[in-house]
């Protein structure tokens, strides 16, 4: 099925504005719920949310083989398990309703008013429930910065890492979708010198500037997705906060891993950003160092070209961005990860997600952490208004963006904006 | 609310052998397919499986407020969610409705027919869908035994390991009953002296004799669990094996724990057996070593005596039960175990898994895997017919067994029982 609704010149009826993150080449699916208290699934051109669920009632996917019930769901794992083909028809069929040359729904002021919302007559929702997420550590500078501090410099890239992406399971339960604050952890932390835990609030609360990808149905228990079929069970992708406690993830996590260091929070952002909107930006990603395993090798271009920021706004000044990074700089491609994460047979569900780790560049101003732009906390880093960061306060608001862009069109993923709240009282 | 279905006195009018698992004073929770095709939430008395949808339906619970499908359900997420005066309740009636002296359903023929089934009738399938899976690793004696071998024969135990009960996130999606088969899993391991991983079969398939307790919904985003309220957000618990490919995870472990040499395959026993049934059996475990913090020290009793074993049958020979081990043997309880979980703010929910990770004793007829019994492989385990084992091979079967014994009631788990086949053939 084609890819139509990727067409760079098609223009919208709608009023959008200039360098929107959503043109109508970009058609992400999430969430909402309505000015009616209404939960459906929906779309997003420039600044209007689409009720798909209403515009399917009124009868404008009457081509397309759907359950009456697929958009009015509070979660988009049914309507991911449909498939690609699916996803495509709908994609397609949105591109065209709202097509400048497209007069069914244009016309039709009533229809118009049913399906159309602006952003503050909406509120987003978690786009999935997530069965299972897996974090990756796919970032080779991350790993190595991390390595650094954490580990021994002389090797700070463990034997394993260039031979098979790492990741670890992470918790879904606290996963929450942009806008919803998150309380500051408490925890056990080792002060320096000591060999007796302490309990208290974490004093080194991070970041990690990450995106997910989202899946859909796809093996059996037993069996292995090939990595050149991997993508076929991608549905999108998202803008991923992965919150750290660094001083209770550096206490826990030998020998299993991070745990309450990490299981207080995740954020992302709402929509998500098909793999068929991110086509035109397909990019090779770093050539793998050692030779892999055959079934990690791939071909073709796996990566894309997706420009990252963070910002960081304490309580009363402006926001400031203080790192910029780029998906592509991934070493593992979302194909790696999923190729290896099925080949011991472990299946993979709609709506799971699976983020890539930290994603951080060579240069310190592309680091996706605090732990890494501060170096372990051995500097600070400047914020607007003269307040200058080791770690995460206290009621700052972190925000990441990412957007793809080439000279014809701009794909966005919007923001994933999270403030952090003193510790829970009780 | 009493536990009087617990009366250790108490008989039913059903035929029920001796020494059963599920006396009338054990009624666990579980879920099946009938003979009718029909999904349905029931519980079992001896080797009757009674279909509490259709107990439901008929009026036996009318003074029981309930909504009218609770029952009707593929799996146990909403009656847990329903919270323990609900479970109470149902349990309570169950036990005075199957009692000697109840004539109510004893003389009613066709209600009989249409609430019981044999165990050949019905097919037991997931109890929950399990929404996040945590594994402990809360014996002292296995911690030990494997960081003697993985990592330090000096330094076995780690650090943090006396001060707060380490665990992991787990891969829910591959959690399965008992019956169903596993595949072999395939992935990258590390021969001896060199650099280079190789892809192949595991050749260290591994079980671990584990339970699991399931949770309700309990805590928000950021709220704590404390640790002397936590047993009344814990339904109840099941067998758990917790397959391991050894060679698999020593590769792949450092720094960010086991993946998939753990994510291939989890099997339960399929009856949740409440805490509420467990309460003759309360015992205290072992005394900490070290002073707790706070947040996790306990009074009361909080372990259980439960007997457990595991069992290997080759394809053509008879069982042979390989270890016997006891769930008090565990360092950490259940409610430390959830009071760390949630003292982040990680919340939890309905139908979440936490298993206690492998449960070893101090002799090494106690240990709970096969790593520990043939000590990392260094000696086999015999079996009967001449077999000999160090890991498990392929077309074996492997049952975990769990019962409490005092002198008036056994109350039992049944058994989790699998098979392994060969590697999974595209």
Not at 42 to 55: E, H, M
Not at 121 to 131: S, T
Not at 173 to 198: A, F, M, T, Y
């Amino acid at each position: 099925m084609s890819l139509k609704a990727n067409n760079p010149s098609r223009k919208t009826w709608l009023d959008v504005p200039d360098n929107t993150d959503f043109p109508i080449q970009n058609i992400p699916f999430g969430v909402f719920l309505t000015r009616d208290d209404i939960i459906t699934i929906g779309t997003r051109i420039g600044d209007f949310a689409i009720d798909l669920g209403a515009l399917h009632q009124l009868g404008y996917f009457k081509d397309i083989p759907l359950t009456d019930d697929i958009f009015l769901q509070d979660t988009l794992n049914d309507f991911i398990a449909d498939g690609r083909k699916t996803w495509r028809s709908v994609r397609n069929r949105v591109a065209e309703l709202f097509d400048v040359n497209t007069d069914e729904l244009k016309s039709n002021e009533k229809d118009k008013e049913t399906v159309l919302f602006t952003l503050d007559e909406i509120e987003m929702q978690m786009p999935v429930q997530v069965g299972d997420y897996t974090d990756f550590y796919s970032s080779k500078e991350h790993a190595t910065n991390v390595g650094k501090m954490f580990r021994d410099p002389e090797n700070a890239l463990l034997p394993n890492w260039l031979h098979a992406p790492i990741g670890y399971h992470g918790r879904s339960s606290s996963i929450v979708p942009s806008g919803i604050p998150i309380h500051r952890p408490q925890g056990q932390k080792l002060p320096k010198g000591s060999d007796e835990p302490i309990f208290g609030p974490t004093r080194q609360l991070d970041f990690e500037l990450e995106m997910a990808f989202i899946t859909t149905d796809s093996n059996l228990l037993g069996e292995p997705i090939p990595v050149e079929d991997a993508e076929s069970y991608i549905f999108g992708m998202v803008l991923f906060n992965d919150w750290s406690a660094r001083d209770l993830q550096k206490w826990e996590y030998v020998p299993l891993g991070p745990f309450l260091g990490k299981n207080f929070g995740c954020s992302v952002s709402p929509w998500i950003v098909t793999l068929d909107a991110l086509e035109p930006f397909r990019v090779e990603g770093p050539k793998p160092i050692k030779k892999l395993l055959p079934y990690l090798q791939t071909t073709d271009k796996k990566s894309f070209d997706i420009n990252l920021s963070v910002s960081i706004k304490p309580e009363n000044t402006d926001e400031m961005v203080i790192t910029k990074s780029n998906f592509k700089y991934m070493y593992w491609s979302m194909s790696q990860q999923l190729a290896h994460h099925t080949v011991n047979g472990c299946p993979v569900n709609s709506g799971d997600m699976m983020a890539s780790g930290t994603i951080s560049g060579s240069t310190p101003d592309s680091y996706g952490s605090m732990l890494e732009l501060s170096w372990g906390g051995s500097k600070t880093v400047k914020l607007n208004g003269g307040e200058e960061r080791r770690y995460i306060e206290d009621n700052d608001t972190v925000t990441l963006r990412g957007y793809c862009q080439n000279h014809e069109v701009r794909i966005g993923f919007g923001e994933v904006s999270t403030k952090i709240l003193p510790v829970f009282k009780l």
